[in-house]
Nanobody, 115 residues
C-alpha cells in the first residue's frame, strides 16, 4: 500500500489549505486514516483521525479550524485547514491503518504559514 499526499504550500496566516492523501496498491481494508504533523525541533503529533465508520478525532490545537473527511470508495482522506496560524507550520504526514493494525505512512507534505 502506498500513500500519496498533496496540497501543501505557503499561505499567509488566516488562509486555508486542503490536503489530500490517496492510498493505492493491494488494499484489503483501511480502518483509520488521518494526519500527523512534525514541526522543526518538535515531536510528531497527531492532528486528526477518521475511522472507516466516520468517527473523527482532532488534536485540541486544531479543533474548530481543521476538518477531516474521507472517501472510502477512493481510499482517500482529506484535511481541510482553515484559519491557519504560523504554529501550524510543519510537515504533514498522512497515514492509514490496515489489517492487523499495520500502519502505512505517506512521505509528507510541507505546510508553511507566514505571519
Amino acid at each position: 500500500v502506498q500513500l500519496q499526499a498533496s496540497g501543501g504550500g505557503l499561505v499567509p496566516a488566516g488562509e486555508s489549505l486542503r490536503l489530500s492523501c490517496r492510498a493505492s496498491g493491494r488494499i484489503l481494508s483501511l480502518n483509520s486514516m488521518g494526519w500527523y504533523r512534525q514541526a522543526p525541533g518538535k515531536q510528531r503529533e497527531m492532528v486528526a483521525d477518521c475511522t472507516i465508520g466516520g468517527v473523527k478525532t482532532y488534536a485540541d490545537a486544531v479543533k474548530g479550524r481543521f476538518t477531516i473527511s474521507r472517501d472510502n470508495a477512493k481510499n482517500t482522506v482529506y484535511l481541510q485547514m482553515d484559519s491557519l496560524k504560523p504554529e501550524d507550520t510543519a510537515v504533514y504526514y498522512c497515514y492509514a491503518v490496515g489489517v492487523r493494525s499495520y500502519v502505512y505512512w505517506g512521505r509528507g507534505t510541507q505546510v508553511t504559514v507566514s505571519s
